[in-house]
Each structure stands twice: as C-alpha cells, then as structure tokens.
C-alpha cells in the first residue's frame, strides 16, 4: 500500500488526541478562533469523529474588536456544519469600555482574551479545551505538552508538566483542574498551508488581498473596520492588503499584497521574509513574555 | 520563510507544483542525545539554520541574542536558538524535551531535543519513545562517555533501532582519522548486544558545519554521507509486516444504524471481508466498511485513524483491540516488563497505581521489583523499591485483563504509562516483555451459559459479603449464623474463611504487608469466580487495608460488593481475646498483627456497620439478612 505522506501522518496523529480527548473527558470544547489553525483544527474534528459530528461545542472568546468578516465567517460555518457555538465576551470588560485604542494592547489583551477565557471555561465547567497553538510559533511552546495540564485558576507551570510517552496521553484530574490540548503541536505553518492547499478547507476572505480602508497607525497599517477606529489626523486610504493572521483589528497589520487566490497567498507566505508572529502586537515586550502569559492563563 | 534559490525561483514560477512536491514528504521523527557539552543545541541550531528553516527575524534576533548571551564571540549561537525556556536560557542548560521541526525536500523532521544528564533520564525516555532513530552525541576529544553508554541504553530499551554515532568537534582534533576510528571501534563493540540495526558513525563539526549539509574536504577517509543526507534517506519505520492492531479509542454511534469503531492502526493492515477478533472479548466478526470522511478506503495501514464497522453486531468498546483473526494479540493480567519511574516518591512494589495502555486503564501494582538495571553500566543490581529516574525489569499484577503485544514486537501496543492514584501525575513508564501466564495465548471462549443465567436458576442474585475488622471481633461467628438462615430460606451459599484458607489455598504466606495483600487478591479472585456461579459468598478475613478492599470490590459488578465492618474497638477485642492471639502479641511472639504493630484501616463507606458491642451476633446476622431482603438479592 502507499506510505503515508507528513501530512497523513499530521492529520491521523491529531485525529487520534481529538478521539482521546472525546472517549476520557466530560466536558470538552474547541476553542475556534476562527483563523487559519482553527479551521484546519475543524476540519480535523469533523474526520475524527466522522459520521458523527464532533462531540463538543466550539467556543470563541469574542473580544468584540473582532473584525466583522471574522464573525459573520465564524456564524456561518458553525451553523452549515449543525455545530453548537458558544460566544463569551468578557461582561466586567465591557462595562469598563476596555478597548486597545483608549487601555493599551496588553491589558486589553488581559482583560479581553486571558480573562475572558478563563471565565468562560469557568462558567460552562469546561474541563478540555482544545486550542489551535502550533509548537513552531515561539520558543516557549516548543516545550509545552500537547496535553498541557493546568492547576486550579488555570495555571500553567512549565517545570511540572506530565511526561507524554508513545501516544498515551494522561488525562485524569481533579476537579477543578482543567487541561488545553493542542493537537496542532507537530505542525508548522508550512504544513497548515499545505494542508488547506490539498483538503481544500474554507479560510475567512482576510486572508485574500482586496481593496481595503487602512491608516497607517503608529507605523502599522490597521483597516479601518468600524468607527471606533480613532482617525484624528490620520487619512484612510484604500488599499489592496490582506492579513497573515487574524485577531482583533486595531492590533492585527495589514500587509500590501495583491495575492487573491489561495496558491498567490502560500506564494507570498513562503517567499516572505518574517514569520507570522511579527505581525502581532502581543510578541513585542521582553523575550519571554509568551511564556510568562501562559503561566498566567492564556492560550 | 527563509529558502534556498532553487526554492524560491520554484515557487516565484509554480507554486502549485512547489506543493505538490512538498506534499510526498515522509516524516522521520528522531532524536539527539548528549550535553550542552557535545554541542547538540548547537547541531540542532546548524540543522535549522542550514536547512533554512529560519526566517529572517528570527535570524536577527538569533544575532542579537548571540552578541548579548553568547560564548561564540560575533558569530551565531545556534545553542540559543534551540534552548526554548526562560529559565533554561538562564541557566546555560536544557531541562526539558523540545520539539524542533525542519524539512527539505524529501522529508519533514520532528526532533526530539533532550537533556543528557542522568537526572533528566526520564526526559530523555520520552523523547525516544516517539523516535525512529537516534542521534547520539560524542565529543571526539573525550571519546565514549558513561553517558554514551546510558544514552544507548535507553535509546534501546525504548525501542529505537537506528543509530547515528555523530562523532562531533572533529575540528578540535584536526579532524584526525586514528581518533575517529578508534571512537567507532569502541563503539560498535559496546552497542553490539543493544539490539540496533542500523549504525552509522560520522566524524563532523555542528560549529564549523563539516558533514552536516554537505560532504565535508577534511575527512576524506569518510565515504559514508552526511548527516543530514542519511536522516533524509534512512528507511522510515512502519510495521506493514506485523499483525492487524486497530486499539479501539472510540465507539462511533452516530444514529442506531451505524455502529463504528475509531482508532489509530497500530501494526498491520486490513481490508474489507477480512475477519477479526476483538481481544480481550474474544468476539469475532468481518470487517465490512473502512469509513473516512474522504470516502471508504479498501485499505488501512499502520498510523492511519480510521472507523471501521463490522459484519455483526458484537459488543466492541475502548479498551478492546481489533486483530486480523488468525494472529490476536496476546492478553494477560500479568506481566514480566521494564519500568522507568519518573516520579520523586518511589514507586513501591504491592501499591496500587493505574495503568494505562494505547486505549485502556487498569488499575494494578508490580507485585516483584526482580531487579534493577544501573544505566550507566548496565549492571543489574537489587532493590526493593525504584526511584526517579531508575530503570528495573519488574513483575505486573492487573486487576482486569488486557490486549497487549510485546514492545520488542510492537511500540503501540506493548507500551503503558503509571499513574498515582493520588495526585493523577505520571509517574512511570513501562514496556512490556512477556505474559507470565502460560494461557495467554488462549481465547476466551464465548459462554452460552452466562453468571445471570446461573443465578437466576437459584433464584437469588449473586453478592459478595465481605467482612472486615480485627481479629476477634466476631467476623466468622456472624458470618457463619448469617449463612445458616440463608439456608435455611434455600439460598445457595459458601463462605471463605481467612484461617481456613490461610491453611490450603494460601498456605505459602505469611504477614508482611506483601504478603497481606496477596493474600487478599486471591481470597477476591476465589470468591469472584463463586459470584460467576451465581453464589452468595461470605468472606471473613481482617483485611486491614483500604486498597485491597477496593481492589476486591472492583473486581465485581457495581452492586455485588457489600463490604460489612464488624466494629469492634480494639481493647473489646483484645478482652476478648478468643484465640489468646493479642495475649501472644503482645508479648512480642507474633509479628504484623494487626491492631498491635500493624495498622487497621477502617472503612470510610461501609454499606453496613455492625457494632458488636451494642449487638449480638444474631442480631447482626439479622440486619444483614434484611440488608440482602431490601437489597432483591433474595428475590431475582
């Protein structure tokens, strides 16, 4: 028989944490985040539990500085494929009007996405919770297990994590204790692209460059996706742009691009020069400031 | 992402062929021993930056950091690329298993990157456990290491057959062709009883890039290819050959008309109208579909996750395992195997842990330590309990069966972890040789006559009565009254007592705690194996330990143990002294006795408590017959 290529391997090892999860926890969900990684981690579920449908609700932590096309995409898919979607927004957050433009990247960031999240597993009892983290992103996750196991308060602590052997995962905990399972661990984003390349999987308009109202802010260009952007001195041009990764948009640069299909954008992903995450404000602070949000709770 | 010209010219012309290239690759997973000394961070730094699986700023960063941390001057500290924590990078050390990916043309490449020194023993494990080859580290001005040996040693026992001996820091030995030869020499001779298939050694420099990408002009008495030439050609590992595993993960029931089982193929391959048979159940069928969501396949192989329904419809769950039919996995409760422990409490033999396979968790206990193997010599050595990172060949006792196959034969499915029942940590990790059960080989068979059946025809429901408490304290008395009245109301019964069976069945043991706990774990197979007549039994046995009780009442059906205290606090008992046993006891003529100088523990949620003191033995027996009345066992 033919021998599996990296990406069957890739595809049949996620299948299986996603089967494990499934079959030894009560209450598991998917974080959706609606990106790239979190469509090709959909696309996974729906082969691994297939005929079924994945037997957990997808969940996205909804810092309401999404851009608009995130979430009309992410309503869309979740109701063609018969999924629950849970949406949390922080309500504490939104009663203080927190907003990158008026507090800051970082406790936005805090109190938006890390708390929110946390509350949000809190409040539904969630006990797994699935995250589209690829170990090739940052030198911090390169050590993290695909099981990550969290202490109550959600806590991460990088000198006590448990041993992954063989494909035998560990899944027993207290209450109270939760575990993020990433089963993206192995891949690279070479292999996420190839991956939506061959299955031929659904990714948000985004991604594609067309003509789009930017400023340049602050030396990044940010579309321009609702009023609150605030434009005291700033012109809005249209350009044709599209974005590398997606989160909320006053924190997520545009690129200049004309890649309209999916070949043009992998083209240009291959042929760039920097990796994804410079794109995103959040990496910018000391050297190990992923690792230590992590310990603090988020994703 | 940083490319090749080759690369980016195919791309820039045909990014769509550029995939379909890259979309063939295989995958080889292998791993790096050896210390910070050796230069592994640095060689697996070189790997990525010579592959040119760097990006640009990362590149920068990597300069900066290097100028900044380094101790290479101006130039690049691949080291830092390669050392992921905080505090590692403080520390100037790896503490951990990092994961590191690059590819080229043919492959892709996870590697394991792991720390050398034996205390990070158990991290090393875990990195070889998902790794098909190895790539040991040797500093060729020092020669094979005691850690050389360790390496190896734990590079075999976890099963990897492919070694690559990368003989590095040639540079500081003018890339002397006497000293590398002598260093394979050594080598080979050392590894020859490891069992590897497959050695290559390769004089190189990870600092000055010899051998690595590129054949290098410094050794030309080397023939062999480089490095990264022979981690890109090497035969990638996959048991075709070896007989059909699907460990069953999941039951996929979407609607009632499809009954289908998930999993990942361990070994083998399988296809539609192929029989099989389900281990430990014994159940056999035909396979019919092989669903995916991309269609049905006439074929699966090994790691491929797959469903598949079957002919009939048997009773499959997790924890089975499908095999091609004439060649089932072995199953056993009992097995010879070797164990890491990674945890800081040592592991003790007779205590209860879970252990958990490809698809099931059992719990269990290594009834022998036989030895313990040093890894740096290879020495075995005695020991009665293992701590962190000590490798020993130990005895297993499971209290339920299971599907297996030796690790040697097959890494999925001969493979477990342990668990603390306590904390849920891992704590342990094993590969499994042998079965000591000579039977293993044999099947269940199907039974036509089932334990419901034979109890229904004694109109009664089958129950284990366990009573526990010290010794005199009027366990066998009511035990005894309470079987008479089920007699005398024409229920089947029988009673096993702890001195008379201590004078047959388990004769050969004494009163340690181990022996104690043997003793137990016999008394609740023989009384199980009653319960599947359909009986009524009576166990009267002190039973000092919470555990052992448990283990008794996890061997039955949920609602067939009912543990009975006969409370009786200690100076009754002792009073009493039926036997003129606490008299001997005291004065020091019997050892291990409990309540004396060994520990009782009771009960926490006994279904009866009996207090002998405000009762009399008929009483007792009264309540405990209406115990059984109220419960229906008295009535199917």
């Excluded at chain 2, 990674?342 to 396979?357: E, V």
Aim: proline residues 4%; negative net charge; hydrophobic residues 40%.
């Amino acid at each position: 028989m033919e021998s599996l290529t990296h990406l069957d391997r890739l595809e049949a090892e996620s299948m299986h944490i996603m089967r494990e999860v499934a079959s030894e926890v009560d209450r598991p969900v998917m974080l959706y985040s609606v990106g790239k990684d979190s469509s090709v981690m959909l696309h996974l579920a729906l082969k691994a539990f297939y005929p079924s449908l994945p037997p957990f609700p997808l969940m996205h932590v909804d810092t309401t500085w999404k851009f608009r096309d995130m979430i009309a995409f992410r309503d869309r898919r979740a109701k063609e494929l018969g999924l629950e979607l849970i949406v949390h927004t922080n309500p504490d957050g939104v009663a203080e009007g927190v907003g990158p433009f008026t507090h800051g990247s970082a406790y936005h960031t805090d109190v938006m996405k890390t708390q929110a999240l946390k509350q949000a597993l809190d409040l539904h009892g969630f006990n797994a919770a699935f995250g589209g983290a690829r170990r090739d992103e940052e030198k911090s996750r390169a050590k993290e297990r695909i099981f990550s196991f969290r202490a109550p308060g959600h806590r991460w602590d990088p000198k006590n994590q448990r041993p992954e052997l063989w494909n035998i995962y560990n899944t027993r905990m207290h209450k109270g204790e939760s575990i993020r399972v990433f089963p993206l661990s192995n891949w690279t984003e070479l292999d996420i692209w190839q991956y939506i390349f061959r299955e031929g999987i659904e990714i948000p308009d985004l991604y594609f460059a067309a003509e789009r109202p930017v400023v340049n802010y602050e030396g990044t260009l940010i579309m321009v996706d609702d009023d609150r952007m605030p434009l005291d001195g700033l012109t809005v041009e249209t350009k044709s742009v599209r974005f590398r990764t997606l989160g909320c948009y006053p924190l997520t640069g545009a690129v200049e691009s004309t890649a309209a299909t999916l070949p043009d954008i992998i083209k240009e992903t291959l042929l760039s020069t920097s990796s994804e995450r410079q794109g995103r404000v959040i990496d910018s602070d000391q050297a190990a400031s992923m690792e230590k949000k992590k310990q603090e709770g988020y994703f | 992402m940083a490319l090749g010209e080759n690369d980016r010219t195919l791309i820039e012309d045909d990014v769509v062929g550029y995939l379909q290239r890259h979309e063939d690759k295989s995958l080889l997973r292998f791993i790096t021993c050896g210390s910070v000394d050796d230069g592994k961070s640095t060689l697996i730094g070189r790997l990525l930056y010579d592959a040119q699986m760097l990006y640009e700023d990362q590149v920068a960063s990597l300069t900066a950091d290097s100028k900044k941390q380094g101790t290479q001057g101006q130039d690049i500290d691949f080291a830092l690329l390669v050392d992921g924590l905080a505090a590692e990078r403080e520390q100037g050390i790896t503490i951990d298993v990092a994961y590191r990916f690059f590819s080229t043309e043919k492959r892709k490449f996870i590697v394991a990157d792991t720390p050398g020194h034996e205390q990070y023993t158990r991290n090393m494990a875990t990195g070889a456990s998902t790794a098909e080859l190895a790539v040991l580290l040797v500093d060729a001005r020092a020669g094979l290491m005691t850690q050389t040996r360790r390496h190896s040693f734990i590079c075999s026992s976890l099963g990897i057959r492919k070694i690559v001996l990368a003989v590095n820091k040639m540079d500081l030995v003018d890339f002397d062709q006497k000293r590398f030869e002598e260093i394979e020499a050594d080598y080979r001779a050392f590894a020859k009883d490891l069992g590897f298939d497959d050695i290559l050694c390769i004089p190189m420099s990870a600092l000055t890039g010899d051998n690595i990408t590129t054949p290098s002009d410094k050794t030309p008495y080397y023939d062999g290819p480089p490095l990264l030439e022979h981690l890109e050609s090497v035969s990638s590992t996959r048991q075709e050959e070896a007989p059909f595993r699907l460990p069953v993960q999941w039951v996929n029931r979407p609607n009632l008309d499809f009954r289908g089982f998930s999993g990942t193929v361990a070994s083998g391959s399988i296809k539609p109208g192929d029989p099989i048979i389900a281990i430990p159940s014994g159940r056999r069928s035909t396979v019919s579909r092989i669903v995916t969501m991309d269609g049905d396949l006439q074929e699966a192989g090994p790691l491929q996750a797959v469903t598949l329904t079957l002919e009939d419809e048997i009773d499959i769950s997790r924890g089975d395992m499908i095999c091609g039919k004439d060649s089932p996995a072995e199953q056993s409760d009992q097995f010879s195997a070797r164990l890491l422990w990674m945890a800081d409490d040592a592991m003790l033999p007779g205590r209860q842990y879970l252990f958990k396979t490809a698809n099931n968790t059992v719990p269990g206990q290594v009834s022998k330590l036989k030895h313990k193997i040093d890894v740096n010599t290879l020495a075995e050595k005695p020991g009665k309990t293992l701590a962190l990172n000590e490798i020993a060949a130990v005895n297993l006792n499971l209290s339920a069966p299971i599907a297996f196959d030796p690790y040697e034969e097959n890494r999925q499915t001969g493979s477990f972890v342990v668990i603390d029942r306590q904390t849920n940590a891992t704590v342990g990790a094993g590969m499994i040789d042998f079965s000591l059960r000579r039977a293993a080989n044999v099947v269940w068979q199907d039974l036509e006559v089932g334990r419901e059946e034979r109890a229904a025809l004694k109109h009664q429901r089958p129950a284990m009565l366990w009573f526990t408490g010290l010794s005199g304290s009027g366990k066998s008395t009511i035990a005894n009254l309470v079987e008479k009245r089920l007699y005398d109301m024409g229920r089947h019964t029988a009673i096993l007592d702890g001195d008379n069976v201590r004078h047959g069945l388990n004769k050969d043991l004494g009163f340690t705690d181990a022996d104690r706990v043997e003793n137990i774990r016999r008394v609740a197979e023989t009384a199980k194996l009653m319960l599947d007549a359909g009986l009524i039994v009576m166990v009267s046995f002190i039973s000092p330990f919470r555990d052992e009780r448990q283990m008794a009442r996890n061997l039955v059906p949920d609602g067939e143990f009912i543990e009975i205290h006969v409370d009786t606090p200690l100076e009754v008992a002792e009073q009493r002294d039926v036997k003129g046993l606490y008299a001997k006891a005291r004065a020091g003529e019997i050892k291990n006795f409990t309540g004396i100088d060994s520990e009782y523990q009771p009960p926490r949620h006994p279904e009866l408590r009996i207090n002998t003191v405000d009762m009399t033995a008929e009483e007792a027996a009264e309540t405990i017959v209406q115990h059984l009345t109220d419960g229906g066992y008295l009535s199917a």
